[in-house]
């Protein structure tokens, strides 16, 4: 389960779209730099924080801020809703109509029993994209893009520190990822592509929660 991530301004590397739009980039460059030091946890009924997303907006892949979690008839959803298993989407290719991108430069999971937190990353600090389904929501009268991260079994290797990871979606299968019709060979697609960049995923255990 992803309930945490990081976002730092200092990214160098920009593994996130193969043409990313410099005024995209420059957009969340500027978002992490506001909020510098800040772990990003899911949007709460009242914790406001809205999280950078990139979203396809016409042909253009635009950023803007959005709800972490569902919102199901003007209020959080009863059930866990920032996160949704990538066998869920595979049986259920329904819940692809609408794809997202979360940037990140790391993201965070405590490993049990011993409840030590660890840090995984793309080297340091290295930006790239976790795959998102997203909906629209409401709270009284206000809108907005609501986002959970896909998460697909860990690799061996990583399993020990926790059984799950994000999809990572590499900037070669970013447009198809945000583009492509909502099937369950999409899915399935983006598993192969993640493979890839999860074979360069750092671990590093932390001191304290993050």
């Not at 803007?64 to 996160?83: C, Q, T, V, Y």
């Not at 990871?165 to 990822?177: G, I, N, R, T, Y």
Request: charged share 25%; with cysteine; hydrophobic share 40%.
């Amino acid at each position: 389960m992803c309930a945490s991530y990081g976002l730092d301004p200092r990214f160098s590397d920009a593994q996130l779209l193969e043409e990313a739009d410099d005024e995209l980039l420059e957009g969340i460059r500027a978002w992490a730099a506001q909020n510098a030091g800040e772990t990003l946890r899911p949007t709460g009924k009242n914790m406001r924080n809205l999280n950078p997303l990139v979203v396809q907006r016409d042909d253009t892949p635009a950023l803007e801020l959005a709800w972490w979690g569902f919102l199901i008839d003007g209020a959080p959803s009863r059930f866990p809703s920032i996160n949704t298993r990538s066998e869920r989407l595979q049986d259920r290719p329904g819940g692809l109509r609408t794809r997202a991108i979360v940037p990140a430069t790391r993201w965070f999971e405590m490993q049990k029993p011993n409840r030590v937190w660890h840090e995984f990353r793309l080297g340091q600090p290295t930006l790239f994209g976790m795959a998102a389904v997203a909906q629209r929501g409401r709270i009284g009268d206000d809108w907005f893009t609501c986002y959970s991260i896909v998460m697909q079994p860990a690799p061996e290797r990583l399993s020990g520190i926790h059984d799950r990871m994000p999809v990572l979606v590499p900037p070669s299968f970013a447009s198809e990822w945000l583009t492509a019709p909502a099937t369950r060979e999409i899915m399935d697609e983006a598993l192969l592509a993640s493979a890839e960049a999860t074979r360069w995923i750092e671990a590093a255990s932390l001191s304290s929660a993050p």
